[in-house]
Each structure stands twice: as structure tokens, then as C-alpha cells.
């Protein structure tokens, strides 16, 4: 067998060299490398009848055989060339070329083509990647995953929110209850019952604002208290506050009836708090023009300021308890806001101005900040219930503080001229109105003249109203004389 | 003593008179959602519809407890919907911009 091995081997060399000069290399045969590599006669032990396909198969393991041979040399020449810093792909291409050149060009034709398919099969594979919602792997929906872990965060925070909220609200209620069960007779009413019942209980208006309406006490029609805590139950307003810290706060709007208090407008709060306010209220920016004053004048800390319409208004507010309170609790006081003619935050109206002037009403007004800073706990709301006695001792004050003549005279002409300034502004808006009441009044009477089907109270009608007008110019015209001669 | 016989019912403030004082986060939450929803659904875009799904979430954090329950929820379902309706028609995961 080893014998007729040796024998066979120079035959099919021999065999091979006629083809190899005509053979074309077909470039769909990938694999004729690795058959080679596998079994050298892998093709002759499958014959096909057809002899050229053999013949195009000769050439790889032609061309395999004696790399084959020359790989154990390559691998020495490859390892001191790659020493050398060389790619081992090219050393191969390049040893390629060597083992061609090697062969007689005068026995061998067409070995140029061969280098060009050795190198078309050198180029490299394209694998194309596996679409990723193919593969098993949970890996490539990390964008999904991130988002689905936002939301349960933003639901998390939103539970949390709430739920802190909801408790610092019951513990501001029980420290307040019981000052609020003794000085008026109905603490908590949503306003959907008919009946004055107390609910005893707040309000829920939003997740951060809690309400509570008191009514039922001497000196004052009702009193609404706003819990306006931070929106912690909102992610995104959490992140902000993180820029931007802000504190709850504690809104409380007094009503009052007429009688119940005096004509002024005051305001003491601190620096900020006043220059705003005395933009944006109605009442402020129309009594109280001048800038705000330190309230160091009257014994209160330097970062306060006051807004009055007269002195004397400041000297009857600010008594000995009230000075007190204000400098012990300044630093949870916002702002403290009386007046007589409240009517809320300025409207912007598109077109001008409003004919009429705003309702006011007596009101009190006070903003309290929660100490704490956002990061406020239960027992914080009970260091608010002194200012609780403050805003009950001064619903009795202003009752009682009454302007002498000249305050009142002065108060009476400062609204007397606000009254006029208005007036003026909307002379030629309210004269444009009068007008197309005047011509809506004369349609409407046309018309029920046209309607009127009876044509001998038409006519009457029609007569009635050419008198009246007739009168009208008359009148008219006697006025202009009348103006004329006093001219004169 | 200083209660009084006469007592005041609660009036719940109107809004219309004092525009300024109401908060427009929840309304504008809810349009941003919708029109998000939209985009997601009609130019199959995945992010709009998470997007709009993070919208209607935050308008429900920030809701009013008289606001209507009906418009929240439909806005939730929409964005919901957008977002089934993406990854229906292209179940690619998304890519990030980077």
C-alpha cells in the first residue's frame, strides 16, 4: 500500500501540470482549502463525470500542497518576521508570491490569475450582525430598562411625596385643633353641604395643598387657612428644589365684615417679599407708593420692611405684643398684609383697562414659611402656633384700632382720588360703551316696531319714537345755548 | 366669648376671576402628553411614546383632586397605547442619540 502510494503521487503530478496552465481557479469553490487540508484526494475518491470540474479543482490543492509543506518553514520565517513587527496575513500573501515565483513561467501559464483568486480569497468575511430583538439577550434593551426603572422611581417618589405630605398636614391640624375649636364655632367645611356642620378636618385640594375654612367668631366673617406644602410627590420638582431650594408655607386670608375694621392698608414682611407684593397687589401699588421702610424704625429686625399708606397707620399696628411677636418669630414670617380695600394680585387685562372698579373687601393676610427648609418634620408644625395667637390677637386689634379725624380724612381722600384716577383711564372706554348700549337700545325698539303686525299701532309706535328723538335734539341743542351764553 | 352666631359657609375660590393663582402644569402635561402619544404612534418613534408616558404621569402628580379622572386616564392610555403600538411594529430595542 505505501508503495503504490509513492507510485501514485509523481502520476497525478504529472497529471496536474497539463491542467494547471489552463485551469481557471472558480472563485463559488471557498472550500477547496479546507478539503485540501482535510484529504488531499478528497475530489478523486468522489469523481464526477465531469473532468473539468476536477480539472478546476486541482489547482487549490495544488496550490494548498505545497503551502502546506512550506507552512512548518513559514511558521519560523512567520515567527522571526512578526518579530520583526509584520503582519502574519501578509507574510503569507508575500510567501506567496515567493512559491509562484519559484514555478517556471515557461511550464506554468496562468499563475498571475492564481495570485488574484489566492488574494480574492484572502478578503475578508463580512458576518453580518444578528438583529438584536433576535437575539436571547436582555442586555441590548438597556435603553427600555432604564426607562421603565425612571417610572418605578418617579411612582416610588410619588408615594413617598404624598404620604409625607399628607402627614405633615394631620400634625399641623393636631397642634392647631384645639386654638381653632375655641375661637370659632365651625373649623372645616369643604362647601358641598348645605348645612354649617363642622368637618372637622382639612381639606385635600392637591396632593401639596391643604385647606381648612374657619368661620364663627366675633370680628371677622371667616378665616381660610392654605397648607401650601412643596410638591413632593412630583420627581421633577424634587430635582429643581435641589437647584433651587424653597420651604412650605402657610397661607391664612381673614375676612372681614364692614364694620370690623378701619380704612387702611398696611403691609410688613420681609425686604423681598414687600418689594413684590407692592408689584403685583392691587391695593399696595395704588395706597402705598412710596418704597418700603426698614423696619428697624420700630424695633424689628433689619431684614424686614414696612409698607403703609401713613405713619399713623404703622404706630397703631405696631404695638409692644405685636413688635414682639414679629421680632420672635421673624424668621418664619413672609409677608403680613391688612387692608381695606383688598381686591387681589393686578389683572392684565388685553384691552385696557376695566370698566369697573375691582370688588375689594377687608382682608388679612399672612404668609408664614415653614422652618426647615423643604426638609421639615412633623414636629416643626408645632413652632407655628404662636403665630396662630398672633393672627387671632390681631383680628381683635384692627377691630379696635380706629384712625383719628385727620388719618380718616386723609384715608378718605387717598381713595377718593385712586377712585378718580380710574375713572379718568376708562372715561373714553365706558363713553364708547354708553354708546353701543344707546344704538342696541334703538335696534331693539326698530325691531319690535317691524314686528308688530297691527299697522295702525305701527304707525303709532313710529310716531312715539320720532318725538322722543325730536325731544332729544331739542334738549340737546338747549343745552349747547345754555353753554354758549355762560361762555359769554 | 368670641363666637358668633352668624356663620359663613365655605365658597370654594373661582378661578376665573384669578387665572394667574391656578397652576397650568397638570393642563399642560396632558396636551405635551397627547401630542407626544401622537408623534410615537404616527412617526414610530419609541422615545416620544416614553416620553408621553412620562408626561401623563407627571400631569397625574400634578393634578387637582376636582380635576377630571377621565381625561387623566385617557391620556395615560393613549401614551400606554403609544407605546405597545412602537415596539408592535418594530421590535428593535431603542438606540440611544449618543
Redesign the interface.
Known sequence: MRSLRLFLIPTLLLLLALPVSRGRYNDDFDDGEDLADDNDFAEFEDMNDDPVAETETMPPPRVSFPSQVDDEEDEDEATVELEDGQDGFEDSETQDQDIFSKYDQEEFEGIGDMEKTIHSMKDPLIIHQV???LQNNWE?????IL?VT??LA??MN?IIGKNKNSRLAHAWFNSHRELLES????VG???T??E?VSTGKL?????HIYNL?C?????C??M?IQLKFL?R????NVLARMMRPACDQVQIKVTLNDEDMDTFVFAVGTKKAMARLQKEMQDLSEFCGDKPKSGAKYGLPDSLAILSEMGEVTDGVMDNKMVHYITNHADKIESIHFSDQFS??K?MQEEGQPLKLPETKKTLLFTFNVPGMGNTSPKDMDTLLPLMNMVIYSIDKVKKLRLNREGKQKADRNRARVEENFLKQTHAQRQEAAQTRREEKKRAEKERIMNEEDPERQRRLEEAAQRREQKKIEKKQMKMKQIKVKAM | MCFSNLLRLYKPPSTETNPTLEDPTPDYMNLLGMIFSMCGLMLKLKWCAWIAVYCSFISFANSRSSEDTKQMMSSFMLSISAVVMSYLQNPQPMSPPW
Open positions: 438583529p438584536a430583538h441590548s434593551y438597556y435603553m427600555e426607562m425612571g417610572l418617579y411612582i410619588y375661637n370659632f364655632a365651625l367645611d369643604d362647601g353641604s348645605k354649617a381639606n385635600q385640594e392637591n396632593e375654612w368661620s364663627g367668631r366675633v370680628c366673617e371667616g381660610l410638591k410627590q412630583d420627581l421633577l387681589g394680585p389683572i
